[in-house]
């Protein structure tokens, strides 16, 4: 079971901009671990789009942008194109289990 | 080009075994930490085990303790997941994924690259 929280899904109209809540509590986000974004596409593998809460790797484009604030981090998508329609989980760490990693439930992305 | 291949899914009986593979390249391997995270069909991700580098730390989800083991081996850059007493509940594609960066906390380290994913079927 998860212990970070997101919306089941999000829409918009290509160009406008959407955002992905992800929320935790004082054992993992609040805790002040990391937070890290991942996109899935259809039928493929996950693929990191943010580390560290707000850094994103070299290939991704400038349109998402990460942040975080207390038990919760939020994902930004803006100028939301068709090629951004996938599946985005957010992951942390979580100290109530030595050694564990946490991801959250998941947000699935429709462009209108 | 970093890459990490999967192998060795397939259909199980419940209460089988499996073990799955992962091999390593584009990388030093022997430096990261390695980890292996499931998607059950139509679900979420869920963090199943990792490994550190020298094979010293290894962690598991509550879901899978006692039943499964994670292992590697530096010089054939490849690591493995031994899975024992599989449930139905078990059933997902496996990825394998390394860990962002080398030398950094557990705490604080993040999944990158993955694999293609391998698919493990429990069902009678």
């Known amino acids: 079971q998860s212990v970070l929280t997101q919306p089941p899904s999000v829409s918009g109209a290509p160009g406008q901009r959407v955002t992905i809540s992800c929320t935790g509590s004082?054992?993992?986000?609040?805790?002040?671990?990391?937070v890290h974004w991942y996109q899935q596409l259809p039928g493929t593998a996950p693929k990191l789009l943010i580390y560290?809460?707000?850094n994103r790797p070299s290939g991704v484009p400038d349109r998402f942008s990460g942040s975080k604030s207390g038990t919760s981090a939020s994902l930004a998508i803006t100028g939301l194109q068709a090629e951004d329609e996938a599946d985005y989980y957010c992951q942390s760490y979580d100290s109530s289990l030595s050694g564990s990693r946490v991801f959250g439930t998941g947000t699935k992305v429709t462009v209108l | 080009e970093v890459q990490l291949v999967e192998s060795g899914g397939g259909l199980v009986k419940p209460g089988g075994s499996l073990r799955l593979s992962c091999a390593a390249s584009g990388f030093t391997f022997s430096s990261y930490s390695m980890n292996w995270v499931r998607q059950a069909p139509g679900k979420g991700l869920e963090w199943v085990s990792s490994?550190?580098?020298?094979?010293?730390?290894?962690y598991y989800a509550d879901s899978v303790k006692g039943r499964f083991t994670i292992s590697r081996d530096n010089a054939k850059n490849s690591l493995y997941l031994q899975m024992n007493s599989l449930r139905a509940e078990d059933t997902a594609v496996y990825y394998c994924?390394?860990?962002?960066?080398?030398?950094?906390?557990?705490?604080?380290?993040?999944?990158?690259?993955w694999g293609q994913g391998t698919l493990v079927t429990v069902s009678s």
């Open positions: 490994i550190s580098s020298s094979s010293s730390y290894i």
């Open positions: 560290g809460n707000s």
């Open positions: 004082s054992s993992n986000i609040g805790a002040g671990y990391d």
């Open positions: 994924a390394r860990d962002g960066r080398k030398h950094i906390t557990v705490t604080l380290n993040w999944f990158d690259p």
